[in-house]
């Protein structure tokens, strides 16, 4: 996702620290539902809110909602 969103190289990926990523990811996705919200407000569509696919990251789903979206979680 960093690679395609910022190209970034998958080393600057793994010398990211947990936190930092969850960071960037939360605001890559922030980003992505803006600019859908954006294109269904020019088709005069409406946006369902609280869809089963939002991603809430805090301490204590951290490593399982990176899983659920593909994301293999390593602690060192």
């Known amino acids: 996702?960093?690679?395609n969103e910022y190209g970034?190289?998958?080393e600057q990926v793994f010398d990211?620290?947990?936190e930092q990523i969850?960071?960037?990811v939360g605001s890559i996705m922030?980003?992505?539902q803006a600019d859908i919200k954006f294109q269904a407000d020019?088709?005069?569509a409406e946006m369902k809110s609280g869809?089963?696919?939002d991603?809430?990251?805090d301490e204590k789903n951290f490593d399982s909602s990176f899983k659920k979206m593909g994301i293999n979680v390593v602690e060192e």
Do not use: I
Request: hydrophobic content about 40%; overall charge positive.
């Open 55 to 57: 991603v809430v990251l």
């Open 8 to 10: 970034w190289t998958v």
């Open 42 to 44: 020019l088709h005069g």
């Open 1 to 3: 996702m960093f690679c």
């Open 16 to 18: 990211s620290t947990k």
């Open 22 to 24: 969850g960071l960037l």
């Open 30 to 32: 922030k980003r992505k």
């Open 51 to 53: 869809s089963k696919n």
